[in-house]
């Protein structure tokens, strides 16, 4: 490790036992490209070896998203650890399941540089082990085949009968003919296992917001109301969804998200609890280490499509079958 980094890193660590002495509050780093399951024992293994608590805990997120299960276990687990609630800092990027874990927050402190998302959960496309979509592409496609059909339907109705003089009852009936062989074929692709599948990972939201507090209005506008999964949610935005949860950072806070965005990418992976009696950063390791965590984020995430869709077992074959044959 070169000595920037040493000392960055350093930093860091100096600026959130700051904050944990100025805010009389253990403080929680939490970033990782995915949540899973991993990461919510890895968040329970540290709270538990360390030695002194206080009251109320601020979680410092930063977060692409992932299982949505592992993210209602983080937020209910800190819920129920401090008895002030936990105070969330989005110090970054928090999308999707990061921005479900947040939900359960009694306050939300909207970093500089801090985003949430649409809570439309990703499903994993047809065929494909590791990619995923969005769970609304399909339903928004519903909603165009929809409105596409009404619009065709009115304009041939209303062209029928300015150029004819038949019924307005025939003139429907033709109309609608002419209207099921432009979107027939288009609804024919569509395909039922999958839209309930889709459907069933928008419940999974949906349910664990109402668990975790969440009013419904606010809360059905995260699931369906934003037309894409990377649309920014920001200090505005979020203020108008949760009122006054939401505020921006205090010095204490603003000095450690700085810190912390001052550290190299590939460093900005930790989970970490500090207070004012935390002595060290720990890090996830080397490079080796680094790959593990990976490949463990990989395997949570292919077992939770895997759940979603009933193919459990068959992901988990299929990461053994990609797995390195030599070392960890």
């Given at each position: 490790?070169?000595?920037?980094?040493?000392?960055?890193?350093?930093?860091?660590?100096?600026?959130?036992?700051?904050a944990?002495?100025?805010?009389?509050?253990?403080?929680?780093?939490?970033?990782?490209?995915?949540?899973?399951?991993?990461?919510?024992r890895?968040l329970?293994?540290?709270?538990?070896?360390?030695?002194?608590?206080?009251?109320?805990?601020l979680?410092?997120?930063?977060?692409?998203?992932?299982?949505?299960?592992?993210?209602?276990?983080?937020?209910?687990?800190?819920r129920?650890?401090?008895?002030?609630?936990?105070?969330?800092?989005?110090?970054?990027?928090?999308?999707?399941?990061?921005?479900?874990?947040?939900?359960?927050?009694?306050?939300?402190?909207?970093?500089r540089?801090?985003?949430?998302?649409?809570?439309?959960?990703?499903?994993?496309?047809?065929d494909e082990?590791?990619?995923s979509?969005?769970?609304?592409?399909?339903?928004?496609?519903?909603?165009?085949?929809?409105?596409?059909?009404?619009?065709?339907?009115?304009?041939?109705?209303?062209?029928?009968?300015?150029?004819?003089?038949?019924?307005?009852?025939l003139?429907?009936?033709i109309?609608?003919?002419?209207?099921?062989?432009v979107?027939?074929?288009?609804?024919?692709?569509?395909?039922?296992?999958?839209?309930?599948?889709?459907?069933?990972?928008?419940?999974?939201?949906?349910?664990?917001?109402?668990?975790?507090?969440?009013?419904?209005?606010?809360?059905?506008?995260?699931?369906?109301?934003?037309?894409?999964?990377?649309?920014?949610?920001?200090?505005?935005?979020?203020?108008?969804?949760?009122?006054?949860?939401?505020?921006?950072?205090?010095?204490?806070?603003?000095?450690?998200?700085?810190?912390?965005?001052?550290?190299?990418?590939?460093?900005?992976?930790?989970?970490?609890?500090v207070?004012?009696?935390?002595?060290?950063?720990?890090?996830?390791?080397?490079?080796?280490?680094?790959?593990?965590?990976?490949?463990?984020?990989?395997?949570?995430?292919?077992?939770?499509?895997?759940?979603?869709q009933?193919?459990?077992?068959?992901?988990?074959?299929?990461?053994?079958?990609?797995?390195?044959?030599?070392?960890?």
């Open positions: 490790m070169s000595r920037t980094v040493d000392r960055q890193r350093r930093i860091a660590l100096q600026a959130a036992r700051a944990a002495d100025a805010l009389s509050a253990d403080v929680f780093l939490l970033a990782s490209p995915i949540i899973s399951r991993s990461m919510a890895r329970v293994e540290e709270h538990a070896k360390t030695e002194r608590r206080e009251k109320c805990v979680a410092v997120l930063r977060t692409q998203g992932g299982d949505p299960d592992s993210a209602y276990i983080i937020s209910s687990y800190l129920e650890c401090y008895g002030d609630g936990f105070t969330a800092l989005v110090s970054g990027p928090c999308k999707s399941a990061g921005t479900l874990l947040v939900l359960g927050a009694r306050r939300v402190v909207m970093g540089q801090g985003e949430l998302g649409p809570l439309d959960m990703q499903v994993s496309k047809k082990l590791f990619d979509e969005s769970g609304l592409e399909l339903f928004t496609s519903l909603d165009i085949l929809t409105s596409t059909g009404v619009a065709t339907f009115l304009h041939h109705l209303f062209e029928i009968q300015l150029e004819t003089q038949i019924s307005t009852r003139a429907a009936d109309a609608a003919k002419l209207t099921s062989g979107i027939e074929p288009i609804a024919r692709r569509i395909d039922p296992i999958g839209l309930g599948r889709r459907q069933r990972a928008m419940n999974v939201a949906t349910a664990y917001g109402k668990r975790l507090g969440v009013p419904e209005q606010p809360l059905e506008k995260l699931v369906r109301n934003y037309p894409d999964h990377g649309f920014v949610i920001d200090f505005r935005e979020a203020s108008h969804l949760l009122g006054d949860r939401v505020r921006r950072p205090v010095e204490a806070e603003e000095a450690l998200e700085a810190a912390l965005g001052r550290l190299p990418h590939k460093e900005r992976q930790y989970i970490e609890l207070n004012s009696k935390k002595i060290g950063f720990a890090k996830e390791g080397d490079q080796d280490a680094r790959q593990t965590t990976k490949r463990q984020h990989q395997k949570d995430q292919a077992r939770t499509t895997g759940k979603r009933g193919n459990g077992a068959e992901a988990d074959q299929t990461l053994a079958a990609q797995a390195p044959t030599g070392g960890t």
